[in-house]
């Protein structure tokens, strides 16, 4: 029996603009959406094949669903194969990004969606 990551829940205040920041900005694919009445969410992903794939769902609507979730922003580390490429890639794209800093254990810098919720990216050969 095996355990794998399938999706990261990220709440958020406006569906639409969240969606377009994903996909415009950063490049992700929609990759399934559904729309049941008062229930709405998109989901999102690097690619079709990927095992990981992040579900934009109103903050709102979950919290009168299920008020005993947390609803903060999940601490998600993305993977690159070309940081600098991509840090200057975002930056061009204005996007909120921190500065691109060298520690033990690689290059990394962060960066902001629409609703200033921060996430980090790591080169990763």
């Not at 996007?95 to 990763?124: H, R, S």
Request: aromatic share 12%.
């Amino acid at each position: 029996m095996s355990l794998s990551l399938g999706q990261i829940m990220l709440y958020v205040n406006d569906q639409q603009t969240s969606l377009q920041f994903w996909i415009e900005k950063i490049g992700f694919k929609l990759i399934a959406e559904n729309d049941e009445g008062d229930f709405k969410w998109y989901e999102v992903a690097s690619s079709e094949q990927t095992e990981t794939t992040i579900v934009l769902q109103d903050k709102q609507t979950v919290a009168k669903m299920s008020p005993e979730l947390n609803l903060g922003t999940p601490s998600l580390m993305f993977y690159t194969t070309d940081i600098e490429k991509l840090y200057q890639t975002y930056k061009n794209k204005e996007i909120t990004v921190g500065e691109l800093v060298e520690m033990p254990f690689g290059k990394v810098f962060n960066f902001a969606d629409n609703e200033e919720n921060y996430f980090a990216v790591m080169e990763k050969n």
